[in-house]
């Protein structure tokens, strides 16, 4: 969806996860951290800032490197700026001009191919560009874009300004429309496409149907993770090679595991952790394999046809991620780690009782002296590290012995950054 928009963004992502997002690295460190020289980091950091706005941009200083980092307010914005980064595409300045020359040519009859290059020579004095390169466009206003309509004649294709299709809309209509596209952009996966939406709508409504209305931004969002919007060229990559059948190839954005990933996986869920906004990929390679991919550490991804030899994905999954907390698999037939634990809560907190149940699955719980014992098991106890944490002061872990030493020793941290211990 976004190949015609952005050129390049592979490295503009690796950039904005790196210095603004998680790392925060210096432009040395990040140029040890990844493949990019110091020169392609140092342009590709100013063109990022020319569309992000300065208020959220932060600069901090360890010693004479200057650490970049992004910072927002959810209460004043309520818009996900980091959309913004997607509008980098250079265009040269025919492919512009010949954009808006078609729409003038056949804005007031349809025309055939014939009568457009007429026209772009008589009218602009364009003679140099070849009948077939007017043709792509002309299909990608058509196909891609939506704004021309094709029609064919015996063997001869006429092209003509699209039906308007909001046309028989109201005004009140759409407003409602606007503010429902303006609700969702925000809590449905994926969502560049909706603030394309959204400004493609208040730019019809003011130039096409020339009403006038007050767009109020009155939505706010809490916990809205900006992030992984950065990831959704990727996102939609993945979804069209697991629609068709086909696998993936990629580079790890982690240097040191960029050494063997010729392997070709095929995906076959996406799996989405909304408390901490993080996108993964359940795959399966050749072997029937189960493996976890983050799309934070994904670049130049590649759709391949490959060889698929994996059958009954199906039970395949249900027998590997069953009894995943969030998205580690389990490719050990049956081994898992048992876990258990004690809830204290008194009478009137049961709601807290009553919560944890609700987000648990497979579990066995018992009462003994008014305390609530639970066991189950689970593909990886760490990645409900987390989720622990939520309940600290209710829940007090039993087993593993690591994990429960694990958490005590963070709240030990804890205790002393607070002058505690």
Known sequence: MFSDFIKHYDNIRVILRSIFLYGCFSLDGLEEKTTLSSRKISYELRRIRQYIEKDFIKIDKDGRNKLLN???????????????????KSFTKTSLLLYFYILSIIDDNKKALNDIENNLSSRWSIDNISSKTIERKLREMSEKLGIIKIEKVGRTHFYSIANDVLKSLSEDELERLYYVISLYKNIKMPIVAGYYVEETLKKYIVQERKLAMDFKEIFQYKNLHCHPIIEEEILWNIIKAISKGFG???????????????????????????????????????????????????????????DQKIINKDELYKKTMNKSWSAVPNNRDGCYEKLRFVVNVKSEEKYILNKIKSELINYKMEVIEGKYYFNLEVNDSWEMIPWFREYCGYITILEPKWLKKKIKYDWIEVLKNYGAI
């Open 248 to 306: 993936i190839k990629y580079k790890s954005t982690i240097k040191r595991r960029n050494t063997d990933k010729e392997e070709i996986l095929y995906p076959y869920k996406i799996r989405y952790d909304t408390k901490q906004g993080r996108l993964y990929i359940i795959a399966f390679n050749n072997k029937s394999k189960c493996i976890n991919i983050r799309m934070d550490r994904i670049s130049d991804l590649k759709i391949v046809k490959g």
């Open 70 to 88: 992004l910072s927002y307010d959810p209460i004043t914005n309520n818009k996900n700026f980091l959309v913004n980064t997607y509008y980098n």
